[in-house]
């Protein structure tokens, strides 16, 4: 069973990890760089769109993010 937390976990990870500063990624999506703070603290979870968004600012799959692959 795939749980809220491994998805959480693998946004953070994803975030954290790319060439980009959060600033940045605020910037590409159009939302507040506090926000991608609360993505990597695990004090939010971005909404669907958003998530998709950020699959693709961060040139990841989507299905490695919700833990399908």
């Known amino acids: 069973m ?6 959480q976990a693998r946004v953070a990870e994803a975030i954290t990890q790319s060439d980009m500063t959060q600033t940045e ?10 926000t991608i703070s609360c993505y990597v603290h695990g004090k939010k979870m971005p909404a669907l769109d958003t ?5 693709k600012v961060l040139d990841i799959d989507a ?3 919700l833990c399908l692959d």
């Not at 795939?2 to 998805?7: D, H, K, R, S």
């Not at 998530?51 to 699959?55: D, E, G, H, M, Y």
């Open 2 to 7: 795939i749980t809220l937390e491994q998805i």
């Open 25 to 34: 990624i605020a910037q590409k999506l159009n939302i507040r760089q506090q």
């Open 51 to 55: 998530l998709a968004n950020l699959c």
């Open 63 to 65: 299905n490695y993010i």
